[in-house]
T-cell receptor, first 114, second 114 residues
Framework: KQEVTQIPAALSVPEGENLVLNCSFT??????LQWFRQDPGKGLTSLLL???SQREQTSGRLNASLDKSSGRSTLYIAASQPGDSATYLC?????????????WGLGTSLAVNP | GAVVSQHPSRVICKSGTSVKIECRSL??????MFWYRQFPKQSLMLMAT?????????EQGVEKDKFLINHASLTLSTLTVTSAHPEDSSFYIC??????????FGSGTRLTVV
C-alpha cells in the first residue's frame, strides 16, 4: 500500500531557527513529490516540486531534498519567521496505478514564535 | 504561473438545497481536475477525479449522486452538492494537474449547511 508519513505532526520553534520537516513514503517508484503550505482556512500553495530524477530543489529560504532509495524527503526552512507558521503538506505521485492521484501526508503544523 | 480560481470562497445554505462550486483554470487548460474535502485539522481527502468530456471517477465511499461533478470544458469543473445536509459542511478544494509540473490548487470553499 502506498503511504506517505510526515514527522513531526507539530512543531513550535522560536523565530530565526533553521528547521527540518520530514516526509517518508513506502514505495520508491515515485513520479514526483511536492511540498505545499496551507494557512488556516485557506487553499494550498505549492512550495517545491521535485521530479523523480532530481535530488533537491531550492526556493529562497526553502530547500527540499529527495532520497528515493530510503523513501524520504526533507523540507529545510532557513532562518524561520513568524510568517512561516502554517501547515506543511507532503504529497507524492507514485508511478504505479493511481492515475495521477496524489498520496498525502497528514502534514506538519508549524508555529514560529516571535 | 498557473492559477486555479475557485468560487465561492464561503457559502451558507439551508438543509435540503443544492450548492454549486466552480473551479476554473485561468491561464492554462486543465484536462484533469481533482476535488478534495477537508475536515478540521485533517489532511485532504480525495473525492473524485474530473476528466474533461467524460464522467468523473469517484473514490470509494463518495456518493456520485450526491456530489455531482461536471467538467464540460478545459477550463471549468464544477462540484454540486445536492440535497445538502449539515454533515456535508466542510472545506472543499479543487486542484488541477499541470502534467510534469505538479499540481495547483484553488483557494477552497467553506460550505456550511444549516
Amino acid at each position: 500500500k502506498q503511504e506517505v508519513t510526515q514527522i513531526p505532526a507539530a512543531l513550535s520553534v522560536p523565530e530565526g531557527e533553521n528547521l527540518v520537516l520530514n516526509c517518508s513514503f513506502t514505495d520508491s517508484a515515485i513520479y514526483n513529490l511536492q511540498w505545499f503550505r496551507q494557512d488556516p482556512g485557506k487553499g494550498l500553495t505549492s512550495l517545491l516540486l521535485i521530479q523523480s530524477s532530481q535530488r533537491e530543489q531550492t526556493s529562497g529560504r526553502l530547500n527540499a531534498s529527495l532520497d528515493k532509495s530510503s523513501g524520504r524527503s526533507t523540507l529545510y526552512i532557513a532562518a524561520s519567521q513568524p510568517g512561516d507558521s502554517a501547515t506543511y503538506l507532503c504529497a507524492v505521485r507514485f508511478n504505479a496505478g493511481n492515475n495521477r492521484k496524489l498520496i498525502w501526508g497528514l502534514g506538519t503544523s508549524l508555529a514560529v514564535n516571535p | 504561473g498557473a492559477v486555479v480560481s475557485q468560487h465561492p470562497s464561503r457559502v451558507i445554505c439551508k438543509s435540503g438545497t443544492s450548492v454549486k462550486i466552480e473551479c476554473r483554470s485561468l491561464d492554462f487548460q486543465a484536462t484533469t481536475m481533482f476535488w478534495y474535502r477537508q475536515f478540521p485539522k485533517q489532511s485532504l481527502m480525495l473525492m473524485a477525479t474530473s476528466n474533461e468530456g467524460s464522467k468523473a471517477t469517484y473514490e470509494q465511499g463518495v456518493e456520485k449522486d450526491k456530489f455531482l461533478i461536471n467538467h464540460a470544458s478545459l477550463t471549468l469543473s464544477t462540484l454540486t452538492v445536492t440535497s445538502a445536509h449539515p454533515e456535508d459542511s466542510s472545506f472543499y478544494i479543487c486542484s488541477a494537474s499541470l502534467g510534469n509540473y505538479g499540481y495547483t490548487f484553488g483557494s477552497g470553499t467553506r460550505l456550511t449547511v444549516v
